[in-house]
Structure formats: C-alpha cells, structure tokens
C-alpha cells in the first residue's frame, strides 16, 4: 500500500487516546477541491488520510495528531472525538452531489479495496474496538449523512472492519412503524444508547431519536433509510446490541 503525503497544517494534540475510527465520505464536486479545503487553514478542517476513487491513498495528519474532522460529535458517552480518533475521508459525491439519474454514486472496488487495506493497518497499530468503528453520521446523527447507506459497510465487516450482525433471520420487513411512546420506544432509545448513540432521554420519539433511527438505517438497514423505528429496524437494533455486548 502506498501512502502519499500531503501534510496539512490543520491539526493540535490530541486530549485522549485513540480508540475510535469514524469514516467519512468527502462529500464535494472533485476529491481535489476536498484535498484543498483540508489544507487551507481557513476552513479549519482535515483528516489523518484521504483515499481517492482509485485506491490512491494521501496522509494529510500524522496519526499522533488530532486531526479536525468529527466536529461537535459524541458516541458511548465521550465527547471530543478528535482526540480519540483517526479520521479517514473517502472521495464521494455524497448526498450533494449526486449522479445525474439521481443516485448515490458508487464507491468503486479499487476505492473500497483501499480503505480496507488502510483500515486494516491502523487497527493493528492502535486498540480500537470494533463496536467503535463508526461513520460520521453515527457520532452526530443530528447534521451528518456521511459515509451514506451507498457505503458497503457489510464488507468491511466482513475484512474484520466494524460490526455486522451474522445472523439476520430475525429482521424482517415490516411497512408499520411501532408505538411512538411506550415500552417499544423506550426499548429502542435504551438499545440506541447502549450502542452508542446519544439521546436526550427516554420518552416519545422525538427529534433526536428519529435522527439516530435514521443514522442506524443508513449503516444497518440500508434500503429503509426512513427514520422510522419499522419493525425491521427495531429487529437489527437489537441484533447490534447483542453484538456489541457479547
């Protein structure tokens, strides 16, 4: 694997240890504009590694450092996730920048292929449990889409990146939301939480909550990205869990 440096001058020291990967999508026109913005000191923001469509592969921040790319963020109760994690962009499109049919543009094999190889090794460098490999949009669900339900999650599991529930015998599809208030939803707010999500509190299903839902859906149940705690949905929130807490 080789790694091109392009060091941006847009990082500090880090507050805390590392154990968290958070994975981005560069959600801009052109990987180049994306490249550029992380090292203008202007914009305020980079990550440790950027990987282009073709497998390419560039370090802008030493993984020592605290690169700028979580943002106001949060995930199993810590805050200040610059400090504790490794940030890896990848170039896409994203939700603003779409193909001209309207989809989401893919990611391609060679892309993909990268960021397994990168991801690979910074686990074998830093502890980093795998309950805390996340996407920019689980640590702030409220104002981030990014990796996306286009991004194959699944087979980053299965190359010993990330979480993926084996047994999905138990998920399925329902079109009919559950209660909105009760034991249903108070369940799902405390199996959210004990994922990692944060939520103001148990209670109806409120701003946060759907905004969490819908950060689930983008990752697990990729094709009902609805905000909506279907039956499906619930089903895998509580096959993550188990997961997690194994």
Wanted: glycine share 8%; aromatic share 6%.
């Amino acid at each position: 694997m080789k790694i091109t440096a392009r060091p941006s001058p847009n990082f500090d020291d880090r507050k805390h240890p590392i154990d968290l990967l958070v994975l981005h999508y560069t959600g801009m026109q052109t990987g180049q504009l994306a490249l550029d913005r992380m090292c203008d000191t202007e914009a305020a923001v980079s990550a440790h590694y950027m990987v282009w469509e073709d497998g390419r592969i560039v370090q802008l921040v030493g993984e020592d450092k605290r690169a700028w790319h979580a943002g106001v963020s949060s995930w199993q109760g810590d805050e200040d996730l610059n400090s504790r994690s490794i940030g890896v962009e990848i170039v896409n499109g994203g939700h603003d920048f779409r193909l001209t049919d309207g989809r989401l543009e893919p990611f391609p094999k060679a892309q993909i292929d990268a960021v397994i190889e990168l991801c690979s090794g910074i686990l074998e460098r830093w502890d980093i449990p795998q309950s805390r490999i996340v996407g920019h949009s689980d640590i702030a669900p409220a104002r981030k889409e990014d990796p996306g339900e286009h991004f194959p999650w699944a087979q980053l599991a299965a190359a010993g990146i990330g979480i993926w529930p084996q047994d999905r015998d138990p998920v399925l599809r329902g079109d009919e939301p559950l209660e909105k208030t009760g034991d249903d939803m108070r369940r799902i707010q405390a199996d959210l939480t004990a994922i990692g999500y944060t939520l103001v509190g148990p209670g109806p299903l409120d701003e946060a909550t759907a905004k969490a839902v819908t950060a689930f859906q983008r990752r697990w149940v990729q094709d009902a990205v609805t905000g909506k705690p279907d039956p499906a949905t619930s089903a895998m929130i509580d096959l993550v869990r188990a997961a997690i807490l194994k």
